[in-house]
């Protein structure tokens, strides 16, 4: 099978799986950037990712024009993506979603940190965008425009995962998986520190140092290294025979 | 399909969704106003969303007067639908529901406001009306009557989203498929707020131009289409 066919099927899992786990629901959208083409993405037409297949995924320029819609509906977000491929040529999977979980971290000043190992791929350090910021106040806070793509990539860095405020966030990955497993545990995460602020931590909570995270993701670049989860996730998202 | 068959099939989705999705459980209803006469509107048989059927469907009159009942047990809370029709013309669907995470923000003084976008549709300002300043405190809390409905419908006012203390909420929209979305994002934005101030500290709303921006997105076929497919599947509805 073609390296194109094989990073289709990945996508179309990777929608599911991230539907299944409550990361996305009706709306929020993953990509891939295109196996031949650095300067290509995929991702579906417009629709929920529960329902994506095979045949939804259409390629775009990294300008975000679309290389072969059919006059399909498109997903008006693509500048999320775009832009962060744009910005990051060791991105090779951009997730965007609006985890009910991580959006409170979005809209306080408490800031999102990593407290369990299973979640180091989220950074030391997540920065939050206010779309306000440079666009003003009276925008409906989607990304629609490169300019505005262009400013999320900037404040995402060097990292992985930027918060946006009032919206959801966007979580980069050296690769498909990488990138579901950590749009995954931002979310677990989120719920951990909501959790212990219920306990009463209010913020006296021991996140991972740098050092260990650091330490956790130098042995994610492994081939294999999420093979256990993914064959875990696939079956629970109903995958397993795609 | 004629458009009353359209309308009695997509309240039923409505109603199928609403309970699949918790915004409503064994209570609550959803309406939809008869797409041949403004003066009268839909509304199932008493029972329990999850299980309505278009046989269930009856059509009733704004006073909320049945016209078709065949005798069959009816809601008691009718008015609260009724006077909203009769108040609001441009208001085409009606949900009265007691999402759990709603109630907590009718019975404190924690106002509720969109502070993500998806929830824009809930408007910017959320009223909360209690029955007992007009009605005393020796009421079942229920809206059983049309001057309680027209004196709830007055509180809700412009708005898409009035809390009624101690008991729920009553949501309207332009069509069925808006006053669904923002049943099901007011819900889910009260329990993303209460995790925010959880957290502490100062909170960041969506602002007053934010809100109106993505009132429109809420409204727009790319939006509504989307959410649409999948909440009629999630919900089994799509051999309906």
């Not at chain 1, 992985?160 to 966007?170: E, F, S």
């Amino acid at each position: 099978m073609s390296a194109l066919i094989d990073a289709m099927r990945e996508l179309v899992t990777a929608n599911r799986i991230l539907a299944h786990e409550g990361v996305l629901d009706a709306y929020g959208h993953i990509t891939v950037r295109h196996p031949d083409d650095p300067e290509r993405f995929l991702m579906s037409r417009s629709r929920s990712p529960q329902h994506v297949s095979l045949a939804d995924i259409v390629t775009f320029k990294l300008d975000c024009t679309p290389i072969d819609d059919l006059g399909r509906p498109l997903y008006s977000e693509r500048p999320i993506h775009g832009a962060i491929y744009q910005a990051r040529p060791d991105v090779h999977s951009v997730v965007h979603n609006h985890s009910y979980d991580v959006i409170p971290f979005s809209v306080t000043k408490f800031a999102l940190k990593p407290l369990a190992h299973v979640a180091a791929a989220i950074g030391h350090e997540i920065p939050v965008w206010d779309m306000a910021t440079k666009f003003g106040d009276k925008t409906n806070l989607l990304v629609r425009q490169m300019e505005q793509g262009r400013d999320l990539a900037q404040k995402l860095g060097s990292g992985n995962v930027v918060l946006m405020r009032g919206h959801g966030c966007a979580v980069a990955g050296k690769s498909l998986r990488q990138a579901v497993m950590a749009a995954l545990y931002l979310q677990v995460n989120a719920r951990m520190v909501l959790s212990a602020v219920r306990m009463g931590a209010g913020t006296d909570i021991k996140y991972l140092s740098k050092g260990e995270v650091e330490t956790w993701m130098a042995q994610t670049g492994g081939p294999n290294f999420y093979d256990r989860p993914w064959e875990y996730l696939t079956k629970r998202a109903g995958c397993d025979d795609l | 399909m004629s458009d009353l068959i359209k309308a009695m099939r997509e309240l039923v989705i409505a109603n199928r969704i609403l309970a699949k999705e918790g915004v409503l459980d064994a209570y609550g209803h959803v309406t939809i106003r008869h797409p041949d006469d403004p003066k009268k509107f839909l509304m199932s048989r008493s029972r329990s969303p999850e299980l309505v059927t278009l046989s269930d469907i009856i059509t009733f009159n704004l006073d909320c007067t049945p016209i078709d009942d065949l005798g069959r047990p009816m809601y008691a809370e009718r008015p609260i639908h009724g006077a909203i029709y009769e108040a609001r013309p441009d208001v085409m669907a009606v949900c009265h529901n007691h999402a759990y995470d709603l109630i907590p923000f009718g019975v404190t003084n924690k106002p509720m406001r969109p502070i993500f976008h998806v929830a824009g549709g809930t408007g910017a300002h959320v009223p909360v009306w209690d029955i007992k300043t007009k009605f005393g405190d020796k009421t079942n809390l229920l809206v059983v009557n049309m001057e309680q409905g027209r004196d709830l419908a007055k509180t809700f006012d412009t708005n898409s989203v009035a809390l009624m203390r101690g008991h729920g909420a009553a949501v309207g929209g332009q069509s069925i498929y808006e006053c669904v979305m923002v049943s099901l994002y007011t819900m889910v934005n009260a329990r993303v707020l209460m995790d925010a101030m959880r957290l502490g500290g100062e909170i960041t709303y969506l602002s007053p131009g934010e809100i109106e921006e993505q009132q429109k997105v809420t409204r727009s076929p790319l939006a509504v289409n989307r959410a649409w497919e999948y909440l009629v599947r999630r919900a089994g509805c799509e051999n309906l």
